[in-house]
């Protein structure tokens, strides 16, 4: 059983940056892959950014690429992520989760509360 909770969103204008956190708790979190998602008003959840449990791999939506950097840090059970050059497209509550890995959503099988993020034009 693996608890999360991200922390970090707000309301920040375009081209701003912001950083979230999510904090795990539970066992053997590095042999979790780690991802965010998102879901904006109205829309599915899609996702952002996911990183294996080594950190040594990280893969990103094309929306995103180049713009945000998901890392973690094992040692104090935390993701990360990194978002700069933010536009009002990103706007969308953001979820932090703990799987298998891979860009489905079904694959993963722990989530945190979610973490709002709006991007004013």
């Known amino acids: 059983q693996v608890q999360l909770a991200e922390s970090g969103g707000g309301l920040v204008q375009a081209g701003g940056s912001l950083r979230l956190s999510c904090a795990a708790s539970g066992r053997s979190f590095s042999s979790y892959a780690m991802a965010w998602f998102r879901q904006a008003l109205g829309k599915e959840r899609e996702f952002v950014a996911r990183?294996?449990?080594?950190?040594?791999?990280?893969y990103y939506a094309d929306s995103v690429k180049g713009r945000f950097t998901v890392s973690r840090d094992n040692a104090k059970a935390m993701v990360y992520l990194q978002m700069n050059s933010l536009k009002p497209e990103d706007t969308a509550v953001y979820y932090c989760?703990?799987?298998?890995?891979?860009?489905?959503?079904?694959?993963?099988?722990?989530w945190g509360q979610g973490t709002q993020v709006t991007v004013s034009s």
């Open positions: 989760a703990a799987g298998l890995g891979f860009n489905s959503a079904s694959r993963y099988d722990y």
């Open positions: 990183i294996w449990g080594s950190g040594s791999a990280t």
